[in-house]
């Protein structure tokens, strides 16, 4: 139910609108939109993972959940690029096929809203990290749903003005709008 | 000084030099012969508002297309009709009595922002008379869902009436297995008869509820060769079987009201937006039909079939990608 | 020996209007010697024939004119005596240029010269051995007469490893208004018999299946009553009407049901060797009667010339003089077209000449013909069930329209082959089938660059 | 507050310590070279080079498997750039730029059909050798302007044109001509044989008002066979560019006017 709800109602980038950056950027082909998924997945469970000890174990017992924002950037950006680092030692072939797409995950918004929904449902360890592995499933299949479609539109012959992303803006828009059949098919308490 | 040219030119191209003289306007007028008996229908079951309904689309759609061809700077595509068949597919999909200038929006959302934008015909990912009317649910929800009742005007004391998906619906909000509570039982009661449901005698869109003259134009296009078997039966199979597994209103009705008739056989096989082979046709279909079901029962909206199509439409490139046809001779 | 229907049926196919009754009932006329002859050296697949003769030359009909250059090439003789005006690039059919003798047959022969035809020595094809026959078939200039022309003896000389078991004789002719091998068929069913007799023990006594196209029912009379009396595996295989059903690949699978892989397999590795009706009889006079190829059935029809006709013009016949001989144009020509319809090429003049695999002259009014345009594919997915070859064929388009060739490769367009299937077929007129040709040749030329640079890296 | 700023602080440390151990001990030694040679290259991954990329020539350049000098995009700083990292000899080279080698627009070449079919020189030309009267000839379907990497080639009136100062000289159009008609000069030179038919002179005027003869004209008027400016093949003058005329007055004295002075067309006008 998480999620199926995760995937398909409250759609990361088709409900949510976040991580619209890496949607529009890395869905130009079918390959790069699957790497970045997997990347995508890879990291944010980490993070969701990291973060949710983070604030349990650090900020809430001292009262500081108001800067939890600062301090999830601050972890997330450098949990990437350790894990950049450390794949590109012990994991080269992994390295390779996501490698490229790490660096831009480090400025995700969906990384750190996945983190900040956990926070703000104060959800238990393993519920945050499912949510956040289901959310982020989630924003792969958009992802890989509208590289498919972008790779049909390199066919496309669309007037001059709307070439690039402005037609892929129009794309998710009407995605999203696809996607609002979706609604109330399961009632998430979010 | 140029030498002379010679007088007549043969014409050069590659072969082939033959060609089987189908045409994508022989298509489009095809579609529209097979959609004239559900027209005929609804407007012989709404009255004139269907007429002010469908000759608005089909006049703003035909209108949207020469403007946005003229602004593009490119050769008009009137002469194709695939703008009167969106405006009649969009006209068809809406009710009766909605304002026309809601009509007009719609239209020119479809062609405008759903095709034209793409490049025109052939480019759009969307159907564009699903993506006005998903546009139009979410923009006018009220209009969208006050239902003329049939043949309001021989009986003109009630006008608007609930549809029979509404009924349906609350078929699911009850406890499926006991079927026989008496609040179920009522709205099982008031559920069109199955006569009346291939006629088209209950409310809904213009062109959704004869379901018989909707199996005629299917014939039609099956009998032209226009559209394959595959995605509506494909479609229709998985709503028969789902709501025989998953209970709630009988399967007739599942199939026989709402969209899933004029869905199956005149939406979900628009060429551009569903996959090309066989296989993938079959996938498509039974996509369609499994989230048409999904979102009648447990989805907000009473209709999920223009959704599910449209969510369809977006995975087609995927179920594409992966039904490719194996070349002759290849391992 | 007997007849069987086609026990198999290739996915795909289309039926265009096949217009043959313009030629069926026509007999086969011989033409007469033209005034001028223009023999290209390119008339079979591989290496154009070396040029041996030069202006000024006096040539005797069975003369060598260009000699075998490569394994994959055939000699080039002169059809008729003449004196040799020059030898210059013309323009083929096919739209490449390629050396041609022109030779003015009017001119009389010099004091001294034999003017009788060169000949070589007739053989008893049963006493011959397979290395003299198969010596035969290529002196005599032989090479596939259906279309793409390849030398016969390469085919009849299997690779070590590789063996013959059914030879299929190729009467289909699907191609709309070709009556040419039909006639050949009915006419000349003793050459057929005999050639195929000759190949049969190149070959090493495969099983022989002769395959027609179930509308010719008078030619498949001809050819049960021709092979009545032959022993070992011989069968008539009628095939159904669709195109198609001459393509190498999809005859033997509907004969013998064997799949050929993709290329670059050839059909001897499923243990085929296909040749068409025409080549068979050639091959019968070359070792009967020891004469050279110098002359083919063409048909001349369509619906702008004035009497159709199945014609016997000697190699290197000018187009306008075939037109001249079958009553000349009627009406306005709007395009010409050397070969069937599905498969042949648009000329833009009728001062090309014929060649060996010269199977048809068409001349088409205005009303049989149809423009190609650059409306967009609306995704019916016609082209798609057309497709013998089971390609995507509306992808490929698409894809190297955008100039992704990439992506067409991906799709197997290397396996296309080029039958029209999916253009006849589509209501866009999109010219599909011209788009996975420059698919091919792009990738074809790329290739071509690699291996020049593998081989220029290997030099160093 | 304090709490705040020192847990932040704290995190940031951390963090940061994490990163410099990973860095360090973590790390994946590459080539230093490739980064600079990189750098000294234009960027433009044209693939004029052959190599896939900027950066895979930098690679194969530090490897030493690609001689220097091979990216005539970049030019002779360029190489000199790259000679200066790797501390190798640079070998000079001309910027050389695509040249036409076809005069014949639409209303001077004549059409001998109408073509009805893809806009593609290759295929076009697989089709009756195309419409164009000349078979030597360009037949303006843009399959050049198509393969340039940087937009240099438009179709003017029926023939490719390019314009010198976008050409890179990276040779793509050369090699997908089906006619061979383009070819890579010096961009110095500025007096061209805008032909490319080797057919004898009334053969040439059969097809095209402006298709070079072999008078041999341009040669006498340069200073004759000795001075060597010209070559011919068959019926055609071809500019020698190791050695190319000078004397401008030549182009007004060519009576088939196939010649011209700098005739890259030049997007400003």
């Given at each position: 139910m998480l999620l199926i709800g995760a995937v398909l109602v409250n759609n990361f980038v088709l409900n949510r609108f976040l991580g619209c950056c890496p949607f529009l950027g890395v869905s130009k082909k079918m390959d790069t939109a699957l790497g970045m998924s997997g990347a995508v997945v890879f990291v944010m469970t980490i993070a969701s993972a990291v973060t949710w000890c983070i604030d349990h174990w650090l900020l809430s017992p001292n009262g500081l959940g108001y800067i939890h924002t600062l301090a999830f950037i601050l972890v997330i950006a450098s949990l990437v690029q350790f894990i950049d680092i450390a794949m590109k030692r012990f994991l080269p072939p992994l390295h390779a096929a996501l490698g490229i797409f790490l660096p831009l995950i480090t400025t995700n918004c969906a990384v750190l809203g996945a983190a900040e929904i956990n926070c703000k449902q104060g959800s238990a360890f393993g519920e945050s990290v499912f949510f956040s592995f289901a959310a982020a499933l989630g924003f792969g299949f958009a992802l890989v749903l509208f590289s498919g479609i972008r790779e049909k539109l390199a066919h496309a012959d669309p007037p001059r003005c709307f070439r690039g992303i402005a037609l892929a803006l129009v794309t998710g828009g009407l995605l999203s709008l696809a996607f609002m059949g979706f609604s109330g098919l399961v009632k998430l308490p979010y | 000084m140029k030498p002379k040219d010679i007088a007549e030119h043969f014409i050069l191209s590659s072969s082939p030099h033959a060609h089987a003289n189908s045409s994508v306007s022989r298509i489009m007028l095809d579609v529209i012969i097979a959609l004239l008996p559900t027209t005929a229908a609804g407007i012989w079951f709404f009255g004139l508002p269907a007429v002010w309904t469908v000759a608005t689309c089909v006049a703003t759609c035909i209108a949207t297309e020469a403007l946005c061809r003229l602004a593009m700077k490119r050769?008009?595509?009137?002469?194709?009709?695939s703008a009167v068949v969106t405006g009649l597919l969009l006209a068809l999909n809406l009710p009766a009595g909605i304002p026309l200038w809601m009509a007009v929006a719609g239209s020119v959302f479809a062609i405008g922002v759903a095709k034209q934008v793409f490049g025109g015909i052939g480019m759009n990912p969307f159907n564009p008379a699903l993506a006005a009317r998903a546009f139009m649910l979410i923009s006018f929800t009220g209009p969208m869902t006050t239902w003329l009742k049939p043949l309001w005007w021989r009986t003109p004391d009630a006008m608007t009436t609930a549809t029979p998906l509404a009924l349906m619906k609350r078929l699911y909000a009850v406890d499926c297995t006991a079927s026989a509570t008496p609040h179920a039982q009522h709205a099982l009661e008031k559920l069109p008869s199955l006569c009346d449901m291939l006629v088209g005698n209950m409310p809904g869109c213009i062109g959704e509820v004869s379901a018989a003259a909707l199996a005629i134009g299917a014939a039609y296009l099956l009998f032209r060769k226009v559209i394959t078997w595959h995605i509506p039966v494909a479609f229709i199979a998985t709503v028969v079987v789902y709501s025989l597994v998953a209970g709630g209103a009988p399967a007739y009705a599942q199939v026989l009201t709402g969209g899933v008739m004029i869905g199956a056989c005149f939406m979900a096989t628009d060429y551009v937006t569903s996959p090309t082979t066989s296989a993938g046709k079959l996938v498509f279909g039974f996509g369609c039909g499994l989230l048409c079901m999904l979102i009648r029962q447990f989805g907000s909206y009473p209709e999920g079939c223009s959704f599910a199509i449209l969510i369809m439409n977006a995975v087609a490139p995927l179920i594409n990608r992966w039904t490719q046809p194996k070349p002759f001779g290849a391992k | 020996m007997k007849t069987v229907k086609s026990q198999f049926k290739f996915k795909g196919g289309v039926h265009p209007d096949y217009n043959k009754e313009l030629a069926r009932d026509k007999v086969i006329e011989r033409m007469p010697i033209p005034a001028e002859l223009v023999v290209s050296?390119?008339?079979?697949?591989g290496a154009p024939a070396k040029c041996v003769v030069k202006a000024g030359d006096y040539v005797v009909k069975g003369q060598l004119l260009g000699e075998k250059n490569g394994f994959i090439s055939v000699p080039v003789y002169a059809p008729a005596n003449g004196l040799v005006k020059g030898v210059e690039p013309r323009l083929g059919p096919a739209g490449g240029k390629a050396p041609a003798v022109i030779i003015d047959t009017t001119a009389a022969a010099p004091e001294g010269v034999d003017a009788a035809e060169r000949k070589l020595a007739p053989l008893d094809w049963k006493t011959a051995t397979k290395e003299e026959l198969l010596a035969r078939v290529n002196d005599a200039g032989i090479c596939g007469m259906g279309g793409a022309g390849f030398p016969t003896c390469v085919k009849l000389n299997p690779p070590p490893g590789k063996r013959c078991e059914y030879l299929i004789l190729n009467g289909a002719e699907c191609e709309p208004y070709l009556c040419a091998d039909h006639h050949l068929m009915l006419e000349r069913a003793d050459r057929v018999r005999l050639g195929v007799e000759i190949m049969r023990k190149v070959l090493g006594m495969p099983a022989v299946r002769i395959a027609i196209e179930a509308n010719k029912p008078d030619a498949i009379a001809a050819m049960e009553k021709a092979f009545a009396d032959i022993d070992g595996n011989v069968e008539i295989v009628v095939l159904p009407v669709l195109y198609p059903q001459g393509s190498e690949k999809h005859q033997i699978f509907a004969t013998v049901g064997r799949v050929v892989p993709e290329p670059p397999a050839l059909p001897i590795d499923v243990g085929c060797v296909v040749e068409n009706v025409g080549t068979v009889a050639a091959i019968a006079d070359a070792v009967e009667k020891g004469e050279m190829l110098l002359s083919r059935v063409t048909t001349v029809s369509g619906d702008a010339v004035a009497e159709p006709k199945n014609v016997e013009a000697p190699l290197g016949t000018k187009y306008s003089d075939l037109i001249a001989f079958c009553g000349g144009e009627k009406g306005r020509v709007a395009k010409l077209v050397s070969g069937g319809t599905m498969m042949g090429f648009a000329v833009s003049t009728a001062e090309i000449s014929t060649t060996k695999t010269t199977s048809g002259l068409l001349l088409l009014s205005e009303r049989r013909v149809f423009q190609y345009s650059s409306q967009a594919c609306i995704n019916c997915g016609r082209c798609v069930r057309a497709c013998p070859m089971n390609l995507n064929a509306a992808e490929i388009a698409k894809a190297v329209e955008s100039n992704d060739i990439k992506s067409a490769e991906d799709a197997h367009v290397m396996t296309c082959i080029e039958c029209g299937a999916c253009s006849f077929s589509c209501p866009a007129y999109r010219p599909i089938t011209q788009f996975c040709r420059r698919a091919k040749n792009s990738i074809r030329a790329r290739i071509a660059a690699e291996k020049a640079k593998a081989a220029a890296a290997a030099a160093k | 507050m304090t709490t705040a700023i020192l847990i932040i602080a704290g995190i940031g440390l951390a963090a940061a310590a994490t990163l410099a151990v990973a860095d360090t001990c973590l790390s994946v030694k590459e080539d230093p070279r490739i980064g600079l040679v990189t750098a000294a290259l234009p960027g433009a991954n044209c693939g004029g080079c052959g190599f896939p990329g900027c950066d895979g020539y930098a690679r194969a350049l530090v490897s030493g498997t690609a001689p220097n000098g091979a990216c005539a995009a970049g030019g002779d700083a360029c190489a000199a750039a790259i000679a200066k990292i790797l501390g190798v000899e640079a070998t000079a080279t001309e910027k050389r730029v695509a040249l036409v080698k076809c005069c014949g627009t639409r209303s001077e070449a004549i059409r001998v059909g109408d073509y009805n079919g893809i806009c593609d020189c290759n295929v076009a030309s697989a089709t009756a050798g195309g419409d164009k009267g000349c078979t030597y000839g360009c037949l303006g379907y843009g399959a050049c302007a198509n393969v340039c990497p940087k937009g240099a080639i438009s179709i003017h009136d029926g023939l490719a044109k390019v314009d010198k100062r976008l050409c890179i000289g990276c040779g793509k159009c050369v090699a997908v001509c089906p006619k061979k008609l383009i070819e890579l000069v010096p961009a110095s030179a500025t007096i061209h044989v805008l032909c490319n038919n080797p057919d004898k002179g009334p053969m040439v005027r059969k097809v095209c008002g402006v298709g070079c003869m072999g008078c041999h004209l341009c040669e006498k008027n340069s200073g004759g066979k000795e001075a060597g400016h010209f070559a011919f093949q068959g019926f055609l003058a071809k500019v020698n560019y190791e050695n190319p005329p000078t004397d401008e007055q030549i182009v007004a004295k060519c009576?088939?006017?196939c010649m011209s002075v700098d005739p890259h067309f030049e997007s400003g006008h």
């Amino acid at each position: 139910m998480l999620l199926i709800g995760a995937v398909l109602v409250n759609n990361f980038v088709l409900n949510r609108f976040l991580g619209c950056c890496p949607f529009l950027g890395v869905s130009k082909k079918m390959d790069t939109a699957l790497g970045m998924s997997g990347a995508v997945v890879f990291v944010m469970t980490i993070a969701s993972a990291v973060t949710w000890c983070i604030d349990h174990w650090l900020l809430s017992p001292n009262g500081l959940g108001y800067i939890h924002t600062l301090a999830f950037i601050l972890v997330i950006a450098s949990l990437v690029q350790f894990i950049d680092i450390a794949m590109k030692r012990f994991l080269p072939p992994l390295h390779a096929a996501l490698g490229i797409f790490l660096p831009l995950i480090t400025t995700n918004c969906a990384v750190l809203g996945a983190a900040e929904i956990n926070c703000k449902q104060g959800s238990a360890f393993g519920e945050s990290v499912f949510f956040s592995f289901a959310a982020a499933l989630g924003f792969g299949f958009a992802l890989v749903l509208f590289s498919g479609i972008r790779e049909k539109l390199a066919h496309a012959d669309p007037p001059r003005c709307f070439r690039g992303i402005a037609l892929a803006l129009v794309t998710g828009g009407l995605l999203s709008l696809a996607f609002m059949g979706f609604s109330g098919l399961v009632k998430l308490p979010y | 000084m140029k030498p002379k040219d010679i007088a007549e030119h043969f014409i050069l191209s590659s072969s082939p030099h033959a060609h089987a003289n189908s045409s994508v306007s022989r298509i489009m007028l095809d579609v529209i012969i097979a959609l004239l008996p559900t027209t005929a229908a609804g407007i012989w079951f709404f009255g004139l508002p269907a007429v002010w309904t469908v000759a608005t689309c089909v006049a703003t759609c035909i209108a949207t297309e020469a403007l946005c061809r003229l602004a593009m700077k490119r050769e008009s595509t009137i002469g194709d009709l695939s703008a009167v068949v969106t405006g009649l597919l969009l006209a068809l999909n809406l009710p009766a009595g909605i304002p026309l200038w809601m009509a007009v929006a719609g239209s020119v959302f479809a062609i405008g922002v759903a095709k034209q934008v793409f490049g025109g015909i052939g480019m759009n990912p969307f159907n564009p008379a699903l993506a006005a009317r998903a546009f139009m649910l979410i923009s006018f929800t009220g209009p969208m869902t006050t239902w003329l009742k049939p043949l309001w005007w021989r009986t003109p004391d009630a006008m608007t009436t609930a549809t029979p998906l509404a009924l349906m619906k609350r078929l699911y909000a009850v406890d499926c297995t006991a079927s026989a509570t008496p609040h179920a039982q009522h709205a099982l009661e008031k559920l069109p008869s199955l006569c009346d449901m291939l006629v088209g005698n209950m409310p809904g869109c213009i062109g959704e509820v004869s379901a018989a003259a909707l199996a005629i134009g299917a014939a039609y296009l099956l009998f032209r060769k226009v559209i394959t078997w595959h995605i509506p039966v494909a479609f229709i199979a998985t709503v028969v079987v789902y709501s025989l597994v998953a209970g709630g209103a009988p399967a007739y009705a599942q199939v026989l009201t709402g969209g899933v008739m004029i869905g199956a056989c005149f939406m979900a096989t628009d060429y551009v937006t569903s996959p090309t082979t066989s296989a993938g046709k079959l996938v498509f279909g039974f996509g369609c039909g499994l989230l048409c079901m999904l979102i009648r029962q447990f989805g907000s909206y009473p209709e999920g079939c223009s959704f599910a199509i449209l969510i369809m439409n977006a995975v087609a490139p995927l179920i594409n990608r992966w039904t490719q046809p194996k070349p002759f001779g290849a391992k | 020996m007997k007849t069987v229907k086609s026990q198999f049926k290739f996915k795909g196919g289309v039926h265009p209007d096949y217009n043959k009754e313009l030629a069926r009932d026509k007999v086969i006329e011989r033409m007469p010697i033209p005034a001028e002859l223009v023999v290209s050296m390119s008339q079979h697949l591989g290496a154009p024939a070396k040029c041996v003769v030069k202006a000024g030359d006096y040539v005797v009909k069975g003369q060598l004119l260009g000699e075998k250059n490569g394994f994959i090439s055939v000699p080039v003789y002169a059809p008729a005596n003449g004196l040799v005006k020059g030898v210059e690039p013309r323009l083929g059919p096919a739209g490449g240029k390629a050396p041609a003798v022109i030779i003015d047959t009017t001119a009389a022969a010099p004091e001294g010269v034999d003017a009788a035809e060169r000949k070589l020595a007739p053989l008893d094809w049963k006493t011959a051995t397979k290395e003299e026959l198969l010596a035969r078939v290529n002196d005599a200039g032989i090479c596939g007469m259906g279309g793409a022309g390849f030398p016969t003896c390469v085919k009849l000389n299997p690779p070590p490893g590789k063996r013959c078991e059914y030879l299929i004789l190729n009467g289909a002719e699907c191609e709309p208004y070709l009556c040419a091998d039909h006639h050949l068929m009915l006419e000349r069913a003793d050459r057929v018999r005999l050639g195929v007799e000759i190949m049969r023990k190149v070959l090493g006594m495969p099983a022989v299946r002769i395959a027609i196209e179930a509308n010719k029912p008078d030619a498949i009379a001809a050819m049960e009553k021709a092979f009545a009396d032959i022993d070992g595996n011989v069968e008539i295989v009628v095939l159904p009407v669709l195109y198609p059903q001459g393509s190498e690949k999809h005859q033997i699978f509907a004969t013998v049901g064997r799949v050929v892989p993709e290329p670059p397999a050839l059909p001897i590795d499923v243990g085929c060797v296909v040749e068409n009706v025409g080549t068979v009889a050639a091959i019968a006079d070359a070792v009967e009667k020891g004469e050279m190829l110098l002359s083919r059935v063409t048909t001349v029809s369509g619906d702008a010339v004035a009497e159709p006709k199945n014609v016997e013009a000697p190699l290197g016949t000018k187009y306008s003089d075939l037109i001249a001989f079958c009553g000349g144009e009627k009406g306005r020509v709007a395009k010409l077209v050397s070969g069937g319809t599905m498969m042949g090429f648009a000329v833009s003049t009728a001062e090309i000449s014929t060649t060996k695999t010269t199977s048809g002259l068409l001349l088409l009014s205005e009303r049989r013909v149809f423009q190609y345009s650059s409306q967009a594919c609306i995704n019916c997915g016609r082209c798609v069930r057309a497709c013998p070859m089971n390609l995507n064929a509306a992808e490929i388009a698409k894809a190297v329209e955008s100039n992704d060739i990439k992506s067409a490769e991906d799709a197997h367009v290397m396996t296309c082959i080029e039958c029209g299937a999916c253009s006849f077929s589509c209501p866009a007129y999109r010219p599909i089938t011209q788009f996975c040709r420059r698919a091919k040749n792009s990738i074809r030329a790329r290739i071509a660059a690699e291996k020049a640079k593998a081989a220029a890296a290997a030099a160093k | 507050m304090t709490t705040a700023i020192l847990i932040i602080a704290g995190i940031g440390l951390a963090a940061a310590a994490t990163l410099a151990v990973a860095d360090t001990c973590l790390s994946v030694k590459e080539d230093p070279r490739i980064g600079l040679v990189t750098a000294a290259l234009p960027g433009a991954n044209c693939g004029g080079c052959g190599f896939p990329g900027c950066d895979g020539y930098a690679r194969a350049l530090v490897s030493g498997t690609a001689p220097n000098g091979a990216c005539a995009a970049g030019g002779d700083a360029c190489a000199a750039a790259i000679a200066k990292i790797l501390g190798v000899e640079a070998t000079a080279t001309e910027k050389r730029v695509a040249l036409v080698k076809c005069c014949g627009t639409r209303s001077e070449a004549i059409r001998v059909g109408d073509y009805n079919g893809i806009c593609d020189c290759n295929v076009a030309s697989a089709t009756a050798g195309g419409d164009k009267g000349c078979t030597y000839g360009c037949l303006g379907y843009g399959a050049c302007a198509n393969v340039c990497p940087k937009g240099a080639i438009s179709i003017h009136d029926g023939l490719a044109k390019v314009d010198k100062r976008l050409c890179i000289g990276c040779g793509k159009c050369v090699a997908v001509c089906p006619k061979k008609l383009i070819e890579l000069v010096p961009a110095s030179a500025t007096i061209h044989v805008l032909c490319n038919n080797p057919d004898k002179g009334p053969m040439v005027r059969k097809v095209c008002g402006v298709g070079c003869m072999g008078c041999h004209l341009c040669e006498k008027n340069s200073g004759g066979k000795e001075a060597g400016h010209f070559a011919f093949q068959g019926f055609l003058a071809k500019v020698n560019y190791e050695n190319p005329p000078t004397d401008e007055q030549i182009v007004a004295k060519c009576p088939a006017k196939c010649m011209s002075v700098d005739p890259h067309f030049e997007s400003g006008h």
